[in-house]
């Protein structure tokens, strides 16, 4: 088990290390106090669910990695429950439909459509 402070005195950070790297849950926390983040990894590389939070404790995004890339499903926030996208990276490209929103719930037309290889491909 490793854990890390802030200057502070506050929790840093705190995981499980094996054979030199990080393996498992990690757990990561704003200077303040708070979750800032909750992560998986598998021999020193992110595998598994991440989830980001704001300071105010509510869900920046949450998503999927594979061998260190963003894979599957991923979901972001403005804040406060307030939908930014949704989509899926394949090998840590955007890849197949993605919807992407402004801060006020309108539909970002510009970004929002399909993706291939992280690259928009039609609307």
Known sequence: VW???WDNG??????????GGKDGVWFGYWE???LSSKSNYKKDILDGERVVYYSSDSI???GQYKDGKKNGPWIGYWGKGKLFYKGTYKNGQKEGYWNIYEIDGTINQEKTGT????VKVSD
């Not at 506050?10 to 054979?19: A, E, I, Q």
């Open 10 to 19: 506050k929790l840093r950070s705190k995981g499980n290390y094996k054979n």
């Open 32 to 34: 303040g106090g708070g």
């Open 60 to 62: 920046e995004s949450k």
């Open 115 to 118: 993706y291939k290889d992280g």
């Open 3 to 5: 854990v890390a402070y």
